[in-house]
């Protein structure tokens, strides 16, 4: 066990010369499951699988249908829109503790690594009351590997288009007091995709695209008797990215650089009617923005203490509660800021739970203390019923809000203090029904919500001044409707699954801006009214074929509109086994049908492309680790 | 003989309107360097006053600096203050550029106002030529990203006279991609001459700019234009309204809330408070002795008070803080 533990530090040590090396990739097979509408996880709440396939967690967001991802491009920055949202609105927590910055007040997807995780879950719905600032339209849940005891080695590499080339290493070793799991990843790309204007014009060639990410994530856990379990978990990360032109710019020598650094420390303790975790976190992140061209070198950080206590306790059979406490100092500093700029948030919550028949009950109130002034009080509410024949009704009604950035307030010029938090009120209801028959199961659902934010945040030019500045200026009104359906199909070693996924979506100014130029009743620019994605996959022993098909509707922009456009993926994979080794074979085809399509105007996204992956794993046991099986 | 004697008499039938021209050398700037702060809010060369707002909290100005800055290579914002041409027209080292923003004022002074305004060498930023040569992050290279796009980036330069904008205007294409053959498409990059005596008498020049190029944010060109050796004239060539032999002490100016015109007159007068893009915002009796403005609604800037008595006219500018 000593060696195991001087090994994790021992990759510690050697984080900074990692990407020099060449690192084998990890894989490992996560358990498909589909979380059907709890009430504690939200209506329509969905978890992806085989996240390491993808080079990001924006690319596995984006071919999931669950959300629409704004993406500047493959290795762009690309943002989260939970129902007609802005990217600030959905909170992003890892293992419970958010990782928005608190400058930009959001976290650019393209830079989460698809590695050392065991969980992605993408949640619509706002709840505030439970996780916090940011989460007003939704929530993106990321939650650390657990390592299993015995040795486990995994590693491999899978190679693209575009000079993609993504390896992969995990190790992980310990019993079960203790053990640790240590990921790396070493990816890098090209990204010089051919794109083509109009079909009569010669293909151009995108440049000054390169990105370039080492990654070791780690985690440590010590159990030191069934009712304790401490967890330690570090997330390095280096990421360097060329920022390439707009297909109206010229050329492009700006640069991106991004250096992250999260550790965090959790304590789950469990008594005989309590379960109690504690988690500290730390953040520290670095972003350097340079632009030799224009002669700009900007480089700005921020740091954030982090603390959570959560309490969850049994009070009778069918009333349960959860109080949590939760703590974040934040330091930021930038050329656009005078001086070190500060925030701290204090905030207290207290949710019920109760079983009442068929009735599930919950109710959560939170009072948040923002630099000490307020509180500010938020709930959340929602009751869930079951029916005969598996029929199930969920409602929800809450405020949710979103604090000012430090951007927003303090960026000189048009940073302004006085910025109120955004505030909203979410309704929501969902019918859910499952079927079930000899060979085959589904589950549909068909949500309704309607969200009003008030006081919402926007940059525009006021009274006449000459520059832009912060103000709550407006209010935007969404609603839509998202039906949701999964079949499965069964016959002997053969499985078909079927998922359809659509969201409409109305997402509009209630206040007309005369700079920017909103009209009272727009549509948000980049929000989509119609996204359309059906997912087939089809599994006969250890083999998979998946194919995705997506629409995703017109959107108009801040400069033009863009046109909808139609995409295809394609997946093939093969698990092999053999004695203590495992493995699996991918090929991915992204866009198929070479659809010429942007997400933002002036960014040309890439054509058909492709991916092959080979992984191999290790397990030093008799015993293979446990394969998951479809539910 | 008889030619030599009309020849020594023809001056005294057709005086020529004596001409000064604003070259803003007056500043003494040293090579490479720029002013973006007027204390008296305005910059004052020859006969012409260009408004300037500073703000020190955040270091932004807006209105016009002056500059000697020669930086021809470097894009971007960062070099907001360069003229591509690399210095001033005819040579001359100093020129005034402005970042237009619903309209930037130029205000006639002394002898001019009131006269026709001859005419004014213009061009391009280097900020504003590289941005339409190559595009940057915000804005596109002119002619798209087929290169056909009809693009273009005019400068219309209005007359005004006591508040009232004069019928004609004049417009000058710093760049145009017009053209059906994209060899004739360009981009200004040397101090063009750009007539204005078809404006006719006026007492303030307002420069407006207009782009192909423009999103929900407004215009995406960076919106700056230089100016250099502005040619006015001393002698109006019809003068509507008499000038007044004496003008209104003001007080306080600059001001915030409020302002005091003390009208030396017996017989009252007539007020109109402008912006200094024409926009006539307010209208006042002056009576004699003090009278009291409230320009607390009013935004922070530069405003033009025109008075009349008797077909007399005159004007004050008043800076509200």
């Known amino acids: 066990m000593r060696k195991s533990i001087l090994l994790f530090l021992f990759c510690c040590n050697v984080f900074r010369t990692f990407g020099q090396t060449g690192l084998l990739d990890s894989l490992q097979e996560l358990p498909e499951v589909v979380v059907r509408s709890k009430v504690q996880n939200g209506v329509g709440a969905t978890t992806i699988t085989g996240l390491e396939q993808f080079p990001s967690v924006a690319v596995a967001l984006e071919q999931s249908g669950m959300l629409f991802i704004k993406s500047y491009g493959i290795g762009s920055l690309a943002t989260p829109t939970f129902r007609g949202g802005a990217a600030g609105q959905t909170a992003i927590l890892w293992n419970g503790l958010p990782i928005q910055s608190p400058m930009l007040g959001l976290t650019d997807l393209s830079l989460l690594p698809t590695i050392g995780f065991d969980n992605l879950a993408a949640v619509p719905g706002g709840k505030s009351a439970e996780a916090g600032s940011g989460a007003v339209s939704g929530r993106i849940y990321l939650s650390s590997s657990t390592p299993p005891a015995g040795l486990r080695i995994q590693g491999g590499s899978t190679v693209g288009s575009f000079g993609y080339q993504n390896q992969q290493l995990a190790i992980s070793n310990g019993n079960t007091r203790w053990r640790f799991q240590v990921n790396g990843q070493l990816l890098r790309a090209e990204n010089d995709f051919p794109y083509q204007i109009r079909a009569d014009l010669p293909t151009k060639r995108l440049a000054h695209a390169q990105q370039e990410q080492q990654v070791l994530l780690q985690t440590l856990v010590w159990e030191p008797n069934a009712r304790n379990k401490f967890e330690l978990h570090g997330w390095q990360q280096h990421t360097l990215r060329n920022l390439p032109p707009t297909t109206t710019q010229n050329r492009s020598e700006a640069t991106q650089e991004d250096h992250i650094y999260r550790q965090q420390l959790s304590w789950h303790a469990h008594k005989a009617k309590s379960y109690w975790r504690t988690n500290l976190g730390f953040t520290h992140e670095k972003i350097h923005y340079r632009d030799p061209q224009l002669l700009v070198d900007a480089p700005s950080a921020f740091s954030s203490l982090l603390a959570k206590v959560v309490r969850k306790q049994t009070l009778k059979p069918t009333l349960f509660s959860e109080t949590g406490l939760q703590f974040i100092q934040s330091w930021a500093t930038a050329d656009g800021y005078r001086q070190t700029q500060q925030q701290q948030q204090l905030g207290w919550y207290q949710k019920l739970t109760a079983e009442l028949g068929q009735w599930v009950l919950a109710t959560t109130g939170r009072l948040e203390l923002v630099d000490f002034s307020g509180p500010l009080a938020v709930f959340h509410l929602q009751a869930s019923h079951d029916f005969k024949n598996d029929w199930r009704v969920e409602v929800r009604a809450g405020r949710n809000f979103r604090i000012p950035t430090l951007n927003d307030r303090y960026w000189a010029q048009g940073g302004n203090p006085d910025l109120q938090t955004e505030f909203s009120w979410e309704q929501e209801i969902a019918l859910a029904k499952e079927i079930h028959a000899s060979r085959s199961s589904g589950f549909a659902k068909i949500n309704v919500f309607n969200r009003s934010v008030a006081n919402w945040i926007q940059w525009s030019q006021q009274d006449n001044a000459a520059f832009w500045s912060a103000g709550n200026i407006a209010k935007v009104w969404s609603r839509g409707v998202e039906p949701y359906l999964i079949w499965h199909y069964w016959r002997g070693e053969s499985n078909l699954k079927v998922t359809l996924r659509y969201h409409f979506i109305l997402s509009t100014y209630q206040t007309a801006i005369q700079n920017p130029a909103i009209a009272r009743g727009a549509q948000l620019w980049y929000t989509p009214q119609h996204q359309l994605t059906t997912q087939v996959e089809y599994r006969r022993k250890k083999w998979v074929l998946g194919y995705t098909q997506q629409y995703v509707g017109a959107t108009e922009g801040i400069n033009d509109d863009l046109s909808d456009y139609h995409l295809a993926h394609l997946t093939a994979k093969w698990f092999p086994q053999w004695r203590r080794w495992d493995g699996q074979f991918l090929l991915q085809v992204n866009n198929l049908y070479n659809t010429n399509y942007r997400v933002i105007e002036r960014r040309p996204m890439p054509g058909r492309n492709f991916q092959v992956g080979i992984q191999v794993g290790f397990t030093a046991n008799e015993k293979l680790p446990p394969k998951k099986t479809l539910p | ?321």
């Open chain 2, 1 to 321: 003989m008889r030619t030599i004697l009309l020849f020594c008499l023809l001056p005294l039938f057709f005086q020529l309107p004596a001409q000064t021209t604003a070259g803003f050398e007056n500043f003494g700037l040293a090579p490479g360097a720029f002013l973006n702060n007027a204390s008296s809010g305005t910059f004052a060369s020859g006969n012409v006053a260009l408004p300037n707002a500073y703000d020190s909290v955040y270091d932004a100005w807006s209105g016009w600096a002056i500059s000697t800055v020669t930086d021809t290579e470097t894009m971007g914002f960062t070099n907001q203050y360069a003229a591509v041409a690399g210095r001033g027209a005819s040579g001359s080292d100093t020129y005034a550029l402005t970042y237009v923003f619903g309209g930037s004022p130029m205000v006639l002074t002394g002898a001019a106002a009131g006269a026709p305004v001859q005419g004014l060498y213009v061009t391009n930023t280097t900020y504003a030529y590289f941005s339409m040569l190559f595009g940057d992050s915000f804005a596109k290279q002119f002619g798209g990203e087929t290169g056909d796009d009809p693009d273009f980036f005019l400068l219309t330069i209005k007359g005004f006279l006591l508040g009232e904008e004069k019928a004609d205007s004049v417009n000058f294409y710093l760049a145009d991609y017009r053209f059906s053959d994209n060899a004739q498409d360009y981009i200004v990059a040397d101090w063009m001459y750009v007539e204005l005596a078809s404006l006719g008498n006026v007492d303030s020049l307002v420069f407006n700019l207009r782009s192909s190029d423009n999103g929900a944010f407004g215009m995406n060109t960076p919106a700056y234009v230089c100016v250099d050796d502005v040619q006015t004239t001393d002698t109006p060539v019809r003068v509507r309204e008499p000038a007044l032999p004496w003008a209104p002490a003001v007080f306080p100016n600059p001001a915030s809330d409020q302002v005091w015109i003390r009208w030396p007159a017996k017989e009252p007068g007539l007020g109109e408070l402008s912006t200094m893009q024409g926009q006539l915002l307010q209208r006042y009796q002056l009576l004699a002795g003090d009278n009291l403005l409230d320009i607390s609604r009013f935004p922070a800037g530069l405003y033009v008070l025109y008075y009349r008595q008797d077909g007399l006219a005159g004007h004050v500018l008043i800076r509200k803080e």
